[in-house]
């Protein structure tokens, strides 16, 4: 198929695209406004060559003049079918308010039916953020301004990309299948069961608080600048509150990690008013504070900061004592390879049944046969109070070493963008139960961690039932030019059902 007709069937199903909106939003439906969003990330992504990402899936932090976000090229947009001047100049309103200008140099308005024929320039220019660059000629965009830009690709290959993701949306059994769903409502009386990426954490009732006293800081230094030599790295002069406390108490033998430091206090739920304690050789030992946890996190924003900080620590040790490391750079945790001997790893678990996962894969060179990188089966991790109860909010991830087995590989990023275009929600939801499992399952010889304890995941119940197929994204072909030194699979590891239900 040559270039004009790539052209024309993306015209086609950009104007049925048009065509359904409108139709869906004259009867106050606007779930198709939703889905527009993620259905234009690969398009707008091909057709502008960004990293865009749906802000409302991928970040817990709230963008509310924003939709979806290329934090890399520092471009932003937002999608909707309000084309009126006061949607335009509200939208700049809302992102200077927060000054999303100091995160974007690009700001896109995207409007799914058709924009005004001229927006008054001059009237927004007492909201546009100073030193900010929005011209409504420019920056407000429709399917039109879209098609001029698609038509001015020269790339085939990236056109015949385009339409297949137009192709796969909007084509007729697609709209037929979206208006039986949501119009007609054949299916209103089925239900599914859903499960939010989150776990629910217990902890112990009271936390501690005590002032610190560490008094041979000198000797502390001297200790750790005696290693560094030893390993020919270059001395310290000072050292981090944190880990002038980390070395304190190693000097100590003792290796508690399960704490924080805010103005010259710890924070722990080690009870370190008992007189056995170890961590009280570096503390106050007459002005222990107790407090219920509940108590503390409510008081003020600082002590809730403190706490989140506490939990994440905590979770550190539980996760090691899992064979999960955190790994600073990408802020996730990740399972840990061998530091001596690098190797593939695999584990026994159980969910409905017993299996082994392959949680680190050895990724071999195509041509030589030797190991270039290490993939890691990985998570990010947050903490959300709901009412009275606090959620582990998880979302899997990957993570690619070197041979050495730590530090991040070079090959991260092609990785990581051939990952995305592979894996769908499901094996990303299965990941998770993965997770879920594996944190949850105890038997006779589970050693129970006093500090942490996350519990099974708690599925909820939506009606009606959403065929996940019918709003999948398109897979886009992956881009030629830049050939991957290891072949990359998908882990199909998971793909079994009965693993889980």
């Not at 000097?251 to 924080?260: I, P």
């Not at 519990?455 to 959403?466: A, F, G, R």
Request: charged share 25%.
């Amino acid at each position: 198929m040559n270039r004009i007709d790539h052209i024309n069937k993306i015209t086609t199903y950009t104007a049925r695209f048009v065509l359904e909106v409108e139709g869906f939003n004259a009867t106050n439906q606007y779930h198709i406004n939703i889905h527009a969003e993620s259905f234009l990330i690969p398009v707008l992504n091909e057709t502008f060559g960004l990293e865009l990402e749906n802000l409302n899936a991928t970040q817990k932090k709230n963008y509310p003049a924003i939709d979806l976000a290329d934090f890399k090229n520092r471009v932003a947009f937002q999608v909707t079918s309000t084309a009126d001047f006061d949607k335009i100049k509200g939208t700049l309103e809302t992102f200077a308010k927060y000054k999303l200008n100091e995160q974007f140099e690009v700001l896109y308005i995207y409007i799914i039916t058709h924009k005004k024929e001229k927006y008054n320039q001059s009237k927004l220019s007492d909201v546009i953020p100073n030193d900010f660059i929005f011209h409504t000629d420019e920056h407000v965009l429709d399917k039109d301004d879209l098609l001029k830009k698609i038509n001015a690709i020269s790339s085939t290959p990236k056109l015949h990309a385009i339409a297949k993701i137009f192709e796969h949306e909007f084509s007729e059994v697609q709209i037929q299948t979206r208006q039986q769903k949501f119009v007609s409502g054949y299916l209103s009386n089925e239900s599914e069961a859903i499960l939010p990426n989150m776990l629910r954490v217990t902890f112990p009732t009271y936390l501690y608080k005590a002032e610190l006293n560490i008094t041979n800081e000198a000797e502390i230094i001297e200790e750790v600048n005696r290693y560094l030599i030893a390993n020919e790295r270059k001395p310290i002069k000072s050292m981090k509150k944190g880990k002038l406390i980390k070395s304190a108490l190693r000097m100590k033998s003792v290796y508690s990690a399960e704490w924080v430091t805010y103005e010259n206090c710890i924070f722990t739920f080690i009870d370190l008013s008992d007189p056995s304690e170890p961590m009280r050789q570096i503390i106050e030992k007459g002005n222990v504070e107790r407090f219920e946890c509940a108590e503390f996190y409510e008081t003020n924003y600082d002590y809730k900061r403190i706490f989140k900080h506490l939990l994440r620590n905590t979770m550190m040790v539980f996760c090691k004592q899992k064979q999960i490391e955190w790994f600073e750079p990408r802020g996730i945790f990740r399972f840990a390879n061998n530091q001596k001997v690098p190797n593939q790893k695999r584990l026994k678990w159980k969910g409905k049944k017993e299996a082994t996962k392959t949680v680190i894969f050895e990724m071999i060179n195509k041509k030589e046969q030797h190991i270039i990188c290490y993939r890691n089966l990985a998570f990010r991790g947050s903490f959300l109070d709901l009412g009275e109860d606090w959620y582990l909010v998880l979302n899997p991830t990957w993570s690619f070493t070197n041979p050495g087995g730590y530090k991040e590989s070079r090959f991260e990023s092609d990785y990581m963008a051939g990952i995305k275009r592979m894996e769908n929600n499901g094996a990303v939801c299965n990941y998770f139960r993965f997770f879920s499992y594996y944190f949850t399952y105890v038997d006779l010889f589970t050693r129970e961690y006093p500090y942490l304890k996350l519990h099974p995941v708690e599925p909820l119940t939506i009606s009606p039932k959403l065929e996940e197929a019918t709003w999948n994204p398109a897979k886009v072909p992956l881009k030629k030019g830049k050939t991957l030194e290891a072949e990359l699979q998908v882990d199909n590891e998971l793909s079994d059902n009965s693993l889980f239900e």
